[in-house]
C-alpha cells in the first residue's frame, strides 16, 4: 500500500508544482490565489508544495480561474503502472466508476470528473 501513497504524493507535488508554475506565469501572488478561492494564501502554499492534496473540486475551480484545462495539472506526467483490479474476468473498477459517474447531478463537477478521468487515462 505505501507504494501507491508515495505515488499519490508524486501526483500531489507535480499538481501543486503546476499550480505554481501556472499562477507566476499569470503574475499572481499566493494571496491572488487565496483571496479568490475564499482560503488563506497558507492552504495555496501548502497545495503548491504537495503538502496538501488539492480536492477535485477545488482543481477545477483554480484550472477554471487560471484559464486551462484541469487535464494542464497531470499533462506530462507519467503512467503510474498501479494494476488493474479485476473480478471475474470484469474490470471492476470501471464498472464502478461508470455506476458513480451516472449519479452525478451537477453538470460541472460531471465535467471536471470526466476531464480528471481524461487526464488520467492519457
Do not use: W
Not at 508544482?17 to 503574475?27: I, S
Not at 483490479?85 to 459517474?101: D, I, P, Q, S, W
Amino acid at each position: 500500500m505505501t507504494h501507491i501513497k508515495e505515488i499519490a504524493h508524486m501526483i500531489d507535488c507535480r499538481v501543486g508544482n503546476r499550480l505554481r508554475v501556472l499562477r507566476v506565469r499569470k503574475g499572481m501572488t499566493q494571496e491572488d490565489v487565496a483571496k479568490k478561492l475564499l482560503m488563506s494564501y497558507q492552504q495555496v502554499q501548502k497545495y503548491e508544495t504537495g503538502a496538501n492534496r488539492i480536492s477535485a473540486g477545488i482543481l477545477y475551480v483554480i484550472a477554471d480561474m487560471l484559464d486551462v484545462e484541469v487535464s494542464y495539472f497531470f499533462e506530462g506526467h507519467p503512467p503510474t503502472g498501479v494494476a488493474e483490479l479485476k473480478h471475474g474476468g470484469t474490470n471492476r473498477a470501471t464498472l464502478e466508476v461508470a455506476k458513480n459517474f451516472g449519479s452525478i447531478q451537477n453538470p460541472m463537477v460531471k465535467t471536471a470528473a470526466a476531464s480528471l478521468l481524461k487526464s488520467l487515462a492519457s
